[in-house]
C-alpha cells in the first residue's frame, strides 16, 4: 500500500521569506489505514468511520479502502500461486492408493462377518440359557412343592398322634414325646399338652400355606385335616370346661384359685391363637 502524499502548495514560497504561519508540516496529515484494526472480534464499521472522519474526507478514505482490497487480492493470488504445486503434488500422491483402501475394505468386511458369527453365536448361546432357567425354576418350584406336601403329611401325622386319632394301640409313651410329669401326661386337657397342639396345628397351617389349595393331594387330606382341627376344638373346649367347673367348686385357696384363672386365661389364648374365638364363646356359654 502507498502513503498518501503531503498536498502540493498553490503558491511558491522560499525558505527565507516563508511565515511560520504558512508551514503545513505540523499539520495532522491522515495515516495509513492498519490491518490490525479490521481484524479485531467486536470489529464495528461505523464506529471505525466516525474516528476517521476528522482528518480525511469520504472520497480518499473509499480510494484507500480500494488500494487495499487490491493488494489483498494480490496477497491472496501470490498464496495461491505459491502453495499450488503442494496442491497438485498432494493429489499425485494420493494415487495409486486405492489397492491398499480395498485390502483395508476387504478386512474391515471380513472383522464385520466375524463380528455378526460371533453376535449370532453369543444369541444363541443366550436363548438356551433363558430355556434352561425357565427349565430349573420349574424344576426348583416342583421340588419345594414336593418338599412341602412330604412336610404337610408328617406333620398332619404327627398332628393326629398327639390328639390320639390313629395308633390307639400303640404305647402312650411313643404317641405323645412331651416331657410331663406322670400326672399331667394322664390328662387330656393339661396346659402343656394344649399348647403342644396348638403349636403342632398352626405350624400345619403354615405349611399347608405354602401348597395350593386346589392341589389333588391336599383335597385327598381335607377329611384328616377336618377332623384333626375339630378333635382340638374338642380337647380347648373341654379344657376350658373342667376350669370354669373348678372355679366354680367351693373349698379351694387363694392361690389354687389364682392358678385356675391363670390357666382360663392360656386356655383363652389358644383359642385365639387358633382363630376360633368364637367356638370358646360358645363353650363358655354352654356352662351357664
Not at 380347648?236 to 384363672?261: D, F, I, P, W
Not at 382363630?275 to 356352662?287: H, P, Y
Request: hydrophobic share 35%; aromatic share 4%; charged share 30%.
Amino acid at each position: 500500500m502507498t502513503a498518501r502524499s503531503k498536498p502540493t502548495l498553490l503558491l511558491a514560497t522560499s525558505t527565507s521569506d516563508s511565515d511560520p504561519e504558512d508551514d503545513f508540516s505540523s499539520l495532522p496529515f491522515p495515516q495509513p489505514l492498519p490491518r490490525s484494526a479490521f481484524i479485531t472480534t467486536d470489529f464495528s464499521a461505523s464506529s471505525y468511520l466516525a474516528s476517521l472522519h476528522r482528518h480525511q474526507t469520504l472520497e480518499d478514505l473509499r480510494a484507500e479502502l480500494r488500494t487495499r482490497s487490491k493488494d489483498l487480492e494480490r496477497e491472496l493470488v501470490e498464496l495461491v500461486n505459491r502453495d499450488y504445486a503442494d496442491f497438485v503434488g498432494l493429489g499425485s500422491s494420493l494415487r495409486g492408493g486405492e489397492g491398499k483402501v480395498n485390502d483395508l475394505k476387504l478386512g474391515v468386511m471380513g472383522f464385520a462377518r466375524e463380528i455378526e458369527g460371533v453376535k449370532e453365536k453369543v444369541v444363541k448361546v443366550s436363548n438356551e440359557m433363558e430355556k434352561d432357567m425357565v427349565v430349573k425354576k420349574e424344576i426348583a418350584r416342583k421340588k419345594a412343592l414336593a418338599r412341602n406336601l412330604l412336610t404337610f403329611d408328617s406333620r398332619l401325622s404327627q398332628l393326629e398322634s398327639l390328639l390320639l386319632l390313629k395308633g390307639q394301640h400303640e404305647s402312650d409313651d411313643h404317641i405323645l414325646t412331651l416331657d410331663l410329669d406322670e400326672t399331667s401326661n394322664s390328662s387330656l386337657t393339661s396346659l402343656p399338652r394344649l399348647q403342644k397342639l396348638v403349636t403342632s396345628y398352626l405350624y400345619l397351617k403354615h405349611v399347608l400355606s405354602k401348597i395350593p389349595p386346589t392341589h389333588p393331594f391336599v383335597k385327598a387330606q381335607g377329611k384328616r385335616l377336618k377332623q384333626a382341627k375339630q378333635t382340638l376344638s374338642d380337647d380347648l373346649s373341654r379344657a376350658l370346661k373342667e376350669c370354669r367347673a373348678e372355679l366354680k367348686g367351693e373349698g379351694q385357696g387363694e392361690n389354687e384359685r389364682k392358678e385356675l384363672e391363670g390357666r382360663l386365661v392360656e386356655i383363652l389364648k389358644l383359642w385365639s391363637e387358633v382363630g376360633e374365638a368364637r367356638d370358646a364363646v360358645k363353650s363358655l356359654k354352654g356352662r351357664k
